[in-house]
């Protein structure tokens, strides 16, 4: 090494940009392999093991429980019912009343009087061993009196229905309603209608569907004196240990929440569960650590599932296809409870039925609706993929009915690129985009033109596997969300994220993130943000997160949110801290600190060629403050709060095509191209890895995936052998592209990739489907497109109908009115607030 | 889930292992490569008192030739199957079937005599054993005894095992060069069991066809022959029209099971399609 090369800085070259690199995620060696801090890897001394009791009835009267055996068993420490904690464990709460008059039953963690889902936790048992514990379950005798269940929507507004809750008046829990005329954004609806010249009205089923992590889920409690320490596999620690401290009573200061390493969660970790409760209680009660960690079996029973509506969808337009109006009534499926965000999942659709058209007028009616199922929740997309599918669907019914293309239909009504920003008809201002660019890349990628070719020769020669091609476009509001908006739609929180940074004495960096990853890669993205920001290696940053003792305030994980909120809070706090520094730097380096610039880590006076410090000397120089500028802190950390002023709207492009096999029914998907627009890409790897998980998962709904129960309220897919989440081998090769439009207002311009292939995939596989055998009659297949389905629609007519066992799943019968009581005492939160 | 508590036997001999299973009692279960076993015991669906477990027992693990027959051992894996070269040169129906089951992990471990001592009429290797008129070679405490395999599937997971016997192995009849095969499967996911499938083994002479012997799986309680469409196809000529009329016959007297995935009379129609599919590719159609 020669002495100029060994000099630091004049010539040496700036670092590569880490924003923008395919960087290899630091944190998945060890999330693959499996040896890190899974909630069920936890072995605390004296730790003794849970096992829940669950229902095997969907509604009944508990007449009583004897527990009596189950005491006795070998290693049985303790067991509990419902009536031992009723005074104590309040209700799971709701933090989203999505109407003032919104009817909350009450949801109990453990049962006291009656149950109202197959799988309701009735008695907890405390044991010395995960055997012991799993042996005395069936030792637990409960008398249930059994009552009606009540399964479908429709039936379940019907006349004289059975009652999910017999303490309520009706199966209603809310009725919304957002009407674009009635507040100032939009058209009359009805006028619109009246008016118009072509009408198409569908009734779409969004099926039940299951989140499926892959971990499944786990909790311990460690009692420490008055305090407790909570590990628990979610979503969202922060939102847990508030919302603990308001069910239990136990103070928000004495209680920790841990998400250590987090298996995947989807939105179905997403809540504060009953066994996080039941935990907190039974370490509370005896003083012990406790550990509780489901089987899949019991994951896909009783954690909260996802979907589950009706839709009926009503489009206007005149002949020459341009769109006149859309009115959206929905039903909500809750299932027998409301848990944390049930209600506002439907409801976040109210705003995206629209889609990325000009609707002049718009209305959307959601009626949430309980049944003696498992409660639902949010579910990766949560009320936006619904809404995606019910417009992506109707465009191609509008399409057809008037001898349309149905990419001809769109492009005639989507907001052009010259248009943004552009003001919805649901009032949403959407930011940036070009819908045109990104369709075209997507026509390209996909070899469009050729498989329209194809489509034609096998429809002349009646070949019996025919071939589809399906379209859709989507947008979504992701980032949730401004704060403000929140507040509007009555949410029980704001949508901030915070972040701080640590400048270690050697120069390392600890960036603490509100956010709480659960396999996303924030590790990864927030080291390359942080490492541009400050000029230091990408090696030398360190990411904490999940722990709200070492992450003290934090929004956590969810919407889409973690970039685009959290990673701004990330940037901000580092251009905090490099103000900082900037103060030190001016004095170490005797100068002022207008003269100074920045640039690769190190601070340079302008026109003094030499003269320089870098930022992680200034760290080691902070932490020995022996010669520090004259009242100022020794200390360069910062941290920062952001609050975004408007949700960020990401866009695309998908096409699918697909074989129907006419013989069999079965389909398969050929080609997928999809072009996303998610605004500046910090790591493009993590954003094909999201996209590629998101396409699986809705290309899971359109063809694979549904909850099913019996006609006594018992989950049929009850295991992976009957609810199908599809593998590598199932799923096509994906043809995905980029346009960039960075955010605007977002300081990174990033617009948000979690849910993107989720919501956008599903409609165009579907459209795909029936673009294939329309011609041969069928109007329309239930999803998911099982091969029987699609061999019924076309052997029989209709959609396939419902499957062997799925009785009650089949949602007949038509819909009727009823009116929202009020809420009850039993929706109270238990604890001391 | 965790599995009932249970006692746990691993013996190292054919000789051993029976005395284990007559020292179980009646409530005794043999574990092979556990891949249907051990998910019953963990989601308490099965509670044995007392699992014997084979994979010690060297001498069931294997293929062998015996004049015109090949000798898999019941032990012998899914994937020694797919690897071994006797069963590649006179076995490819077989081959082709194991193919199909389950995943990498599951023919790690599963087992070709698990499989069919199982007798899940959805699994893939019933359905072929039938058609190939495989025998059963059981030994107990009376001694040993050989069982056609159309006595050997009695129900639905049923097999002619009486209590204190197990399987050592199966004989299959060599298929030589003059024999077409193919398994048809028809699932919705890779993993998934078959909702029919149909196993096809189909020899030609010149022009016609000689014989046909053709299973179903999933299209009943018990795997199923074919009957009426193997005696359509003897003496035929090979073309799409013989085939296809042959196949029309497919699912007479069959009785299947209506569930998630399929009613019966979609399941008829399947075996139909699939059956027409399988001679059609197994006599190079």
């Known amino acids: 090494m020669t002495a100029v090369e060994d000099r630091p800085g004049i010539e040496s070259p700036a670092p590569a940009r880490e924003v923008g690199q395919a960087r290899r995620r630091k944190e998945d060696a060890r999330l693959i392999t499996g040896r890190t801090t899974w909630t069920d890897n936890l072995v605390l001394p004296g730790m003794l093991h849970l096992a829940v009791v669950r229902s095997p009835v969907a509604h009944a009267k508990i007449s009583a429980i004897d527990v009596s055996a189950a005491q006795q068993a070998p290693g049985v420490i303790a067991v509990f019912t419902g009536r031992d904690f009723a005074d104590e464990q309040g209700s799971i709460p709701c933090a989203w009343p999505v109407t003032p008059d919104m009817v909350n039953p009450g949801h109990p963690s453990l049962a006291v009087d009656e149950v109202n889902h197959v799988g309701e936790a009735v008695a907890v048992i405390v044991a010395r061993s995960k055997a012991a514990a799993a042996d005395a379950v069936e030792l637990v005798d409960v008398d249930y009196d059994s009552l009606p269940v009540v399964l479908d929507m429709e039936e379940a507004l019907g006349d004289q229905p059975v009652l999910t809750h017999d303490h309520l008046q009706s199966n209603e829990s809310f009725h919304f309603v957002f009407d674009g005329g009635e507040n100032g954004v939009a058209d009359d609806t009805d006028r619109a209608f009246a008016d118009a010249e072509v009408v198409v009205s569908r009734r779409f089923v969004q099926q039940r569907l299951i989140p499926a992590f892959m971990e499944p889920r786990a909790v311990a409690v460690q009692p420490q004196g008055d305090n407790y320490t909570m590990w628990s596999s979610t979503q969202v620690p922060h939102i847990l240990r508030l919302m603990l401290a308001m069910v239990t009573g136990v103070p928000e200061h004495k209680l920790r929440v841990i998400a250590p390493d987090v298996g995947g969660g989807f939105g179905g970790k997403l809540q504060v569960t009953p066994e996080e409760v039941i935990a907190l209680l039974v370490a509370r009660r005896l003083g012990k650590p406790v550990k509780w960690a489901e089987s899949r079996s019991e994951s896909l029973m009783s954690a909260h599932h996802g979907r589950d509506q009706v839709q009926y969808i009503d489009i206007a337009a005149d002949r020459e296809g341009n769109v006149k109006g859309l009115r959206c009534r929905i039903l909500a499926d809750m299932g027998a409870y409301l848990r944390l965000v049930s209600p506002g999942v439907p409801i976040l659709g109210a705003f995206m039925f629209n889609g990325i058209y000009k609707f002049p007028a718009y209305r959307f009616e959601c009626r949430g609706v309980f049944t003696n199922k498992t409660p639902t929740d949010a579910y990766r997309g949560a009320g936006r993929p619904e809404a995606t599918f019910a417009v992506e669907r109707i465009m191609d019914e509008l399409a057809v009915e008037l001898d349309v293309d149905p990419l001809e239909l769109r492009r005639k009504n989507w907001i052009k690129a010259e248009e943004f920003p552009f003001t919805t008809c649901a009032g949403m201002t959407y930011d940036s985009g070009d819908y045109d660019a990104a369709t075209e890349q997507a026509l390209q990628l996909i070899g469009y033109d050729e498989l329209r070719a194809e489509q034609r020769r096998r429809r002349e020669s009646n070949d019996p596997v025919q071939l589809g091609i399906g379209f859709s476009t989507f947008t979504e509001m992701c980032g949730l969300a401004p704060s403000r908006v929140l507040g509007s739609l009555s949410y029980g929180a704001g949508g901030w994220e915070h972040a701080s940074i640590r400048m270690l004495p050697t120069g390392k960096v600890e960036v603490v993130t509100g956010s709480s990853a659960h396999g996303q890669g924030h590790e990864t993205a927030w080291s390359q943000l942080v490492a541009d920001r400050l000029g230091v290696p990408f090696e030398d940053v360190e990411v904490l997160h999940g722990d709200t003792s070492i992450a003290p305030r934090g929004l956590d994980t969810y919407g889409s949110r973690s970039l685009v909120v959290g990673g701004v809070a990330v940037v901000n706090a580092a251009d905090k801290v490099v103000a900082k520094a900037r103060t030190v730097a001016a004095h170490m380096l005797e100068a002022n600190e207008d003269d100074l610039e920045f640039a690769g880590g190190k601070f340079s006076v302008r026109g003094t060629p030499g003269s320089e410090v870098g930022i992680q000397e200034i760290a080691l120089a902070t932490f020995a403050a022996h010669d520090f500028p004259e009242g100022v802190e020794p200390s360069i950390d910062a941290d920062a709060t952001y609050d975004p002023e408007n949700f960020s709207f990401p866009h695309g492009t998908h096409i699918c095509a697909m074989e129907v096999d006419t013989e069999t029914g079965f389909v398969k998907i050929r080609k997928y191209a999809c072009v996303d627009d998610v605004g500046t890409i910090v790591n493009p790897l993590i954003v094909e890895g999201q996209v590629h998980g998101g396409l699986a998962q809705g290309i899971a709904q359109a063809l694979y995936e549904e909850a099913v129960y019996d006609a006594d309220g018992n989950l049929t897919t009850g295991t992976f052998v009957d609810y199908l989440v599809p593998s590598a081998a199932d799923l096509p090769h994906f043809d995905t592209g980029n346009t960039v439009h960075a955010a605007p207002g977002n300081p990174i311009g990033a617009k948000g990739v979690g849910e993107a292939g989720c919501i956008a995939s599903t409609p165009a596989v579907v459209n795909a489907a029936l673009d294939a055998v329309r011609h041969l009659g069928v109007r329309d297949i239930r999803m998911p497109l099982t091969p029987e389905r699609v061999w019924r629609a076309l052997h029989d007519g209709g959609d396939g109908g419902g499957r062997a066992t799925a009785g009650s799943n089949a949602y007949g019968g038509a819909q009727t009115e009823t009116t929202a009581g009020v809420s009850t005492p039993q929706s109270a939160l238990g604890g001391d607030r | ?285």
Do not use: C
Not at chain 2, 83 to 104: F, H, W
Not at chain 2, 249 to 268: K, V
């Open chain 2, 1 to 285: 889930m965790i599995p009932a508590p249970f006692d746990y036997v691993r013996p190292a001999t054919v000789g051993e292992a029976l005395q284990a299973i007559a020292d179980g009692g009646e409530d005794v279960k043999v574990l092979a490569g556990g891949q249907s076993l051990i998910p019953v015991m963990r989601l308490r669906l099965a509670a044995p008192e007392t699992v014997v477990d084979l994979g010690r027992v060297a001498e069931l693990r294997g293929v062998r030739e015996e004049g015109d027959s090949l000798v898999v051992g019941a032990m012998t894996t899914h994937a020694d199957v797919l690897t071994d070269p006797l069963l590649a040169r006179y076995g490819r129906l077989v081959v082709q079937a194991t193919e199909t089951v389950a995943d990498r992990q599951v023919r790690r471990r599963g087992t070709f005599g698990g499989a069919l001592v199982h007798a899940d009429p959805a699994g893939d290797l019933p359905a072929v054993a039938l058609a190939l008129d495989a025998e059963f070679v059981l030994v107990g405490p009376g001694g040993r005894r050989t069982v056609p395999a159309t006595e050997f599937f009695v129900d639905y997971l049923t097999t002619a095992l009486e209590e204190g016997e197990l399987l050592v192995e199966v004989r299959l009849p060599k298929l030589g060069e003059d024999w077409g095969v193919r398994y048809e499967k028809f699932n919705r996911v890779a993993q998934a069991w078959s909702i029919v499938a149909v196993a096809a083994a189909v020899r030609r002479e010149g022009g016609r066809i000689a014989e046909a012997r053709i299973g179903l799986t999933n299209m009943g309680s018990t795997p199923l022959r074919a009957r009426a469409t193997e005696a359509a196809l003897v003496g035929v000529d090979v073309s799409m029209e013989t085939v296809t009329a042959a196949a029309a016959q497919a699912a007479e007297g069959t009785s299947p099971s209506s569930d998630l995935n399929a009613r019966a009379d979609y399941r008829q129609h399947l075996a139909q399609v699939l059956t027409r599919r399988a001679v059609a590719a197994a006599v190079g159609l």
